[in-house]
């Protein structure tokens, strides 16, 4: 099918915001390649395949860009789906020009929400709409079909990248990989009770329900219904009352007591009730002895005996920009319009300061690029002649989204979000179809413009969010 065109233009009187701008657009380019005959938007930095941690999510905030691979990004996981419906952790491109999913991890679950938002960017196309929901559909029922091995009512991880969580302290002797539906024999901690896996199912059934509203099937309450068994039974198995956050169980049982950012992740899918989620925000994330450092969210709480402050690719403690990522929609989906322009100005800054280099991970005391090599994703060796990571997607992504979401447009469920950050003169633009949506801020004011028509004005600090025409919904705060 064809896609509405799209495009985006910034202009700010900052220079270094100019030129961070400038860098991650055509670095993101680096990313773009052929699987096969499809156009698709890699992880880069060194990661030249697409997974399902990471490029769903990638490829619907490149759909302000690309329409061509944002789609791709989406499709080929739906369509390279197993018959018993697991869906690839990962798909690579081989020599010989073909496509190979790969289903030995999950590799995490990115992809409900940004899956079902392109269905706006695309025009609203039922086909593809009918195609998603098949896909989450018998991805759920797999889930549970094969993991919960003992049958309490809680998923788990079988391996080390279920989560995605590559050299993470807390898996101690888990694989790395699992290819079968049965649990690892070998292991003290998996099959692990995990946050992350449950809230799969969470997100899966959730994204369902709002397609059945969608089609108007008569289906949303039973999907409803049973996203909301999935939350219930994530907070009876892992939910920590007294401490404010969620915690792993190992195969043996026993609680996992490592604060790790997993919790923010389960914001992202939306398995957590506000209440949950504003405990952690207010006891856990935004205090500087744990998550909200000198650059916030690093993997582990820093306090944590568990946290090791690694330069190379490891999830023991510092901040990564996949993190960073997944860090608006978690906070968003809650109310924290707030904490997300804080973020975004934190991770800009970082960057800058770190030379407008976009690593995959940063020093949570210092905001320090970790320069490690974009071959083994070590630290630099002297001499070793490997280029230093850089054009690492979700970091560059990242960049992009938070200028979106700070001082820019973006398409959200098909309502049209204008961010109107202060403190410098900026136009921002994009185009959708025959649509062009314009921001023309001089840091205090700002007005909002669509096909050149002038629509609405307001002081900065707000985000006016509307329908596609212009029309008013409601006014939120992000400063």
């Not at 770190?354 to 210092?366: K, L």
């Not at 801020?441 to 969010?465: E, F, T």
């Amino acid at each position: 099918m064809s896609y509405p065109r799209t495009g985006v233009a910034f202009h700010a009187e900052d220079p270094a915001l100019q030129r961070l701008y400038d860098v991650a657009c055509a670095r993101c380019l680096s990313n773009l390649q052929m699987f096969g005959d499809r156009q698709v938007l890699v992880e880069g930095g060194g990661y030249e395949k697409i997974w399902l941690e990471t490029q769903p999510m990638g490829g619907e905030m490149y759909a302000k860009r690309n329409m061509t691979a944002a789609m791709n990004n989406q499709l080929l996981f739906i369509r390279t789906q197993r018959e018993d419906g697991r869906l690839a952790g990962s798909i690579q491109a081989l020599p010989d020009g073909t496509v190979e999913p790969q289903f030995n991890k999950f590799q995490g679950f990115c992809f409900p929400w940004p899956a079902l938002n392109m269905y706006y960017w695309a025009g609203e196309d039922r086909g593809y709409l009918d195609e998603l929901a098949a896909a989450l559909e018998k991805f759920d029922a797999y889930l549970w079909r094969t993991r919960d091995s003992d049958g309490d009512g809680c998923l788990e991880s079988f391996c080390v990248y279920d989560t995605g969580e590559d050299n993470a302290v807390r898996y101690g002797d888990a694989p790395n990989y699992c290819v079968t539906d049965a649990p690892p024999e070998c292991s003290n901690v998996v099959p692990m009770a995990s946050m992350d896996v449950m809230s799969f199912s969470y997100a899966a059934r959730d994204t369902l329900a709002t397609i059945s509203r969608i089609r108007n099937d008569g289906q949303e309450s039973r999907w409803r219904a049973a996203a909301e068994a999935v939350a219930a039974a994530l907070k009876a198995c892992l939910w920590d009352e007294e401490k404010g956050a969620c915690y792993d169980r190992d195969r043996y049982g026993n609680t996992m007591p490592i604060l790790t950012h997993n919790n923010l992740r389960c914001m992202y899918w939306g398995s957590f009730s506000q209440a949950m989620a504003d405990r952690f925000v207010r006891e856990h994330l935004t205090d500087p002895a744990e998550f909200w450092t000198e650059l916030p969210l690093p993997s582990v709480a820093v306090n944590d005996p568990a946290f090791r402050n690694a330069p190379e690719n490891n999830w023991s403690g510092q901040c990564e920009g996949l993190t960073y990522q997944r860090a608006i929609l978690a906070l968003e989906r809650y109310g924290y319009e707030k904490l997300v322009t804080a973020l975004g100005k934190k991770l800009i800054g970082a960057v800058i300061r770190g030379g407008y280099v976009f690593t995959q991970q940063f020093d949570p005391f210092t905001g320090a690029p970790s320069r490690v090599s974009a071959i083994t994703k070590e630290p630099m060796l002297p001499g070793s002649g490997d280029p230093v990571q850089d054009s690492y997607g979700p970091t560059l992504l990242s960049v992009l989204e938070y200028i979106a979401h700070i001082w820019g447009v973006t398409m959200q469920m098909g309502e049209m979000w204008f961010s109107l950050g202060s403190g410098c003169r900026y136009t921002y633009e994009q185009v959708w179809g025959d649509m062009t949506y314009r921001i023309e801020s001089d840091g205090a004011n700002a007005r909002v413009m669509i096909n050149g028509r002038q629509r609405l004005q307001s002081p900065c600090g707000v985000r006016l969010v509307t329908d596609r025409e212009g029309k008013l919904i409601k006014t939120l705060r992000i400063e």
